[in-house]
């Protein structure tokens, strides 16, 4: 499985952007789908989780009623639709995928075994 995550960059406070994730590899070992995120200096962060065949969708505290995960089968691609940008959404953001993730465990980076390279969002005022 490799993923690409593209569509970061700048972006002022309060504005919106997309975030995709280009997946190639056997469907079934990426049936779980996430983005974490690893804002200067801190630790990767759970952003959001989504099954790619039901859709279901998780997502941290920080960013409910904000972003918006989401899949294209056609395109084999996930996105993370980002609104209300904070200065605490700065950060690199990574996509991920695992064959199988426990429901209590999506949030778990240890959950993931694919990871793509990282898209940089900066938020500034």
């Known amino acids: 499985v490799q993923l690409q995550a593209s569509g970061g960059g700048p972006v002022q406070l309060g504005d919106s952007l997309t975030l995709s994730c280009a997946v190639s590899?056997?469907?079934?070992?990426?049936?779980?789908m996430a983005w974490f995120r690893q804002p200067p200096g801190m630790e990767r962060e759970f952003v959001a989780h989504i099954k790619w065949a039901s859709r279901n969708t998780a997502y941290a505290d920080s960013v409910k009623g904000r972003f918006t995960i989401s899949r294209d089968g056609a395109k084999n691609t996930m996105y993370l639709q980002m609104n209300a940008l904070k200065s605490e959404d700065t950060a690199v953001y990574y996509c991920?995928?695992?064959?199988?993730?426990?429901?209590?465990?999506?949030?778990?980076?240890?959950?993931?075994?694919?990871w793509g390279q990282g898209t940089l969002v900066t938020v500034s005022s």
């Open positions: 991920a995928a695992d064959p199988y993730v426990i429901t209590s465990q999506r949030g778990s980076i240890d959950s993931y075994i694919y």
């Open positions: 590899g056997p469907a079934d070992s990426r049936k779980d």
